[in-house]
């Protein structure tokens, strides 16, 4: 029986904490249990991670856990061994891995308060004093006597001298003070509330009633578990009347019961029955299918052109993993975008999926969570976090568009989905399957080489891959002797398509009105003062706005340097994008989508939707339309400024720039109609505009993975990102200063190829953000070495020579260096 645990404690510090066991938890303690422990002066819930043994920890005294908050453990032992490994190779504190794993607000902390024994409280009042007490502990059963009791924290404060823990322990031994515990429950657990529920069949009643109760009767499944009261009167736009008139016609069910909050996803749906799978997907499903029966572990890509009919291959292998008796993981880049693709996985598997993804309240998200671990749902879909699902006997793990950035996060614990879930797959011997039409490079790289690359060259039903124009920007100038925004083939191309009754998407990188306010007259420009960035316009709310740190201002009418009164724009953004296509299609129904435009709560989904019920004509909008949508009646994308992304000082915009611009124009010609695509820049010669004009991946990689080669960038080596922050310019750079020296120092003594490359330190491209002036160091080292093998030495001494900064930022594998 273990007597000592170390524990994963959320305090941003890069360890574990070993603490003693009490002999009455023993029996019980196992790894993946959340416990409640002593930290500094306070309570907090950590993660027991592992028992190591007395002399791994010397003889040192202990404090002792004081609670445990699990009967069970909470996640599987398995997924303990992931966030370890997570902490290790990310370089990120273990505790604040562990707590990702986590729906927040489940959090327990307490606080310890101290009071006087009774004894104590009797001999005190009565004019007495314990004899033979040192003058710091008379002092506190003083201060002590006078409240009923106090925390630790006040009772320091009211303290003169320090030391107050020792001498409160010597009290509690001397029984003259007693410290009790108080636990703050969390904020997020289950909930009880009203739950409607149908009975019977719903579709033989729902004839002859009054249109709110139909509404509300087609909203509920026939025999289904109930569901939310609010939740199911708001989809089905009912009233509370409608469900009790049902009710009291015996139809449904209302009672309060302990409910699942369920995000509008799992609303229930149609049954939808599966497509007889093409040759091509049926050979892809075998073959992977008989990679996850060998039962070793094995990742693998397929490498299939938008359209190829990839979904269709994940569902039925997800279906083949439930089937014999295992659990699966689909994550896809994120949901608010992919409704439609959320709906078609609910409804294969009725019953059997939870959803994951930042857009549900804490709440829903709980419930969810809770559902998986207690093997309520077999499937999960969600967005990056959801990859530490606590699914038990995992075996499958699907990653759509695997390429895209979300699913890094560049916030600490700074993962990335896509390593994390090989990493689970490795340790339960399951198979995680990649898919895109554009993989990342160090994807490709390693599954040609591995042989576990399949490829999809065409679409299903043979529909042709649209017809790309690449039309340049600077003889457009010069036809038209001023800066045009949308080219004349772009507006020929839109005018056809609407007269045809066909619809289009618009893309526009940039959101806002205009990207610069800049004055005519002295050249000012309106930047953020906090970030080395211009503000951007949006007409709207009349406002300047940073898009980095969010700051906002009222925009000027006149310069605020000179006084003058002509203000230019430059620099068109979706809004002003918007404002020229009503103009220019004024019949056609125009909808924008960005950040600004789907800042409420279910615009997003609702625009998608209409969109794909052909009641909007256009969708003009950022990069967020270009990801996975499938709307067979688009015929025609256009790209404006396809080049914003190129100039950008990051080693990957090449790579970004083709990605963004093959899946936009995969948008195009999904249905019966071939699909065009227009791409304006002013680089038209560019490769990545060349080979994503062809269609042509295979090209593009072949160019690119010769400038990683030779540039030393990913796959050929790793790289770590060391950010340094300092509202103060002189630390920041002092900092970074001891920071690559001391790195430089540990590089110097590894030998040959394994040694480190340390790059800087130099001003991040982004040199001031947020009011902070940023430094970084980069270092170049093997693939898949991580942090902790350089790192963990130099910080350590970092930290005894008390070096600091207001942030210094680690990210291992970075994907931008902005
Ligand atoms: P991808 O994800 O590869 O871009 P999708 O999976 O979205 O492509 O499939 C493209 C379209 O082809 C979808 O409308 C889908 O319903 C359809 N489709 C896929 N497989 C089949 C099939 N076997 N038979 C008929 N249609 C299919
Ligand atoms: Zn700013």
Request: with cysteine; proline share 6%; hydrophobic share 40%.
């Amino acid at each position: 029986m273990p007597e000592i645990v170390d524990i994963a404690v959320p305090v941003g510090v890069r360890k574990t904490f070993s603490y003693s066991v009490p002999p009455e938890l023993r029996e019980s303690i196992l790894a993946g249990m959340r416990v409640l422990v002593p930290f500094g002066r306070k309570l907090l819930t950590g993660y027991v991670v592992g028992f190591p043994d007395r002399a791994q920890v010397g003889h040192v005294k202990l404090r002792a856990v004081r609670e445990l908050l699990d009967p069970e453990p909470a996640i599987p032992a398995a997924l303990v061994e992931t966030a370890l490994w997570v902490a290790r190779y990310y370089f990120a504190p273990p505790g604040e891995v562990f707590r990702a794993l986590f729906p927040a607000g489940t959090q327990v902390s307490g606080e310890r308060r101290i009071a006087l024994t009774p004894k104590a409280a009797t001999l005190l009042h009565g004019g007495l004093r314990p004899a033979g007490l040192r003058p710091q502990e008379d002092a506190i059963l003083g201060i002590l006597a006078q409240e009923s009791s106090l925390t630790v924290k006040q009772l320091a404060g009211r303290c003169k001298h320090g030391g107050v823990e020792a001498w409160i322990e010597s009290l509690v031994a001397a029984q003259l003070v007693q410290v009790e515990t108080l636990v703050q429950q969390p904020k997020v657990k289950t909930k009880e509330q009203l739950g409607i529920r149908l009975l019977g069949d719903g579709a033989e009643l729902a004839d002859g009633l009054p249109a709110a109760q139909k509404r509300l009767v087609a909203a509920l499944t026939p025999d289904g578990a109930p569901i939310l009261l609010q939740e199911a009167l708001r989809i089905s736009n009912s009233t509370s009347s409608a469900a009790r008139s049902l009710q009291q016609k015996g139809f449904v069910e209302i009672a309060p019961s302990q409910l699942q909050r369920t995000p509008v996803e799992l609303a229930p749906a149609q049954n939808a029955a599966s497509l007889v799978l093409t040759p091509s997907q049926k050979e892809l499903v075998d073959s992977i299918l008989g990679l996850i029966l060998k039962q070793k572990s094995a990742r693998c890509l397929i490498h299939g052109v938008t359209g190829s009919g990839k979904t269709e291959i994940y569902l039925r292998l997800i279906a083949e993993v439930l089937h014999r008796g295992c659990t699966a993981l689909f994550l896809v880049p994120e949901i608010g975008l992919t409704p439609l693709l959320s709906r078609l996985v609910v409804s294969r598997f009725p019953g059997q999926v939870s959803l994951l993804h930042s857009g549900m309240s804490p709440g829903e998200r709980f419930d969810q969570w809770d559902r998986i671990r207690k093997g309520e749902s077999t499937v999960v879909v969600g967005t990056r976090s959801a990859v530490f699902a606590p699914l038990r006997n995992l075996r499958f793990i699907v990653i759509d568009e695997e390429q895209d950035s979300s699913y890094k996060q560049d916030e600490s614990p700074c993962y990335n989905a896509r390593e994390v879930a090989w990493q689970r797959m490795q340790q339960s011997e399951g198979v995680l399957l990649l898919g895109s039409a554009t993989p990342s490079i160090e994807t490709f790289h390693w599954s040609i080489r591995s042989g576990n690359c399949f490829h999809m060259p065409e679409r299903v039903e043979a529909k042709p891959m649209p017809r790309v124009n690449i039309v340049d920007m600077t003889r457009e100038f010069q036809r038209h002797g001023k800066r045009t925004v949308i080219s004349s083939a772009l507006q020929e191309e839109l005018q056809i398509c609407m007269e045809r009754g066909e619809q289009a998407i618009v893309l526009l990188n940039r959101r806002g009105y205009a990207r610069t306010m800049l004055c005519r007259s002295c050249g000012h420009v309106f930047a953020c003062p906090d970030c080395s960035v211009s503000m951007t316009y949006h007409q709207q709310e009349d406002r300047l706005t940073c898009h980095y740190c969010g700051r906002e201002r009222t925009a000027p009418d006149v310069c605020s340097e000179c006084g003058g009164p002509y203000i230019h724009y430059s620099g068109v953004g979706t809004e002003q994008l918007e404002a020229m296509l009503r103009m220019m299609l004024p019949k056609a129904r125009i909808a924008r989508l960005d950040r600004d435009s789907t800042r409420r709560r279910g615009v997003l989904r609702s625009t998608l939707f209409s969109f794909a019920e052909h009641k909007l004509d256009l969708l003009v909008g950022t990069q967020m339309l270009a990801k996975g949508h499938d709307f067979p009646n688009v015929t025609l994308v256009g790209v404006v400024a396809a080049d914003s992304g190129l100039s950008f000082p990051d080693f990957r915009s090449a790579e970004r720039t083709f990605q963004l611009l093959t899946q936009v124009a995969g948008r195009a010609g999904r249905g019966t109609s071939p699909g065009r695509v227009v791409i304006q820049s002013y680089y038209p010669d560019n490769y990545a505009l060349q080979y994503a004009q062809r269609q042509d991946y295979q090209g593009f990689y072949n160019r690119e993975i010769e400038f990683r080669k030779l540039m030393g960038y990913p796959p050929f080596r790793g790289l770590i990102q060391i950010l340094v922050a300092d509202p103060d310019h002189a630390k920041a750079s002092g900092t970074a200063e001891r920071i690559a020296g001391a790195l430089k120092l540990h590089a110097a003594k590894i030998e040959g190829q394994f040694r480190p490359h340390v790059l800087g330190p130099a001003a991040a491209p982004m040199e001031k953000l947020r009011g902070n002036y940023r430094m970084q160091v980069l270092v170049k080292l093997p693939p898949g070495s991580g942090g902790i093998s350089i790192l963990q030495d130099c910080f350590e001494d970092l930290d005894r020579q008390k070096v600091s900064a207001a942030k210094i930022h680690v990210d291992v594998d970075p994907l931008s260096l902005l």
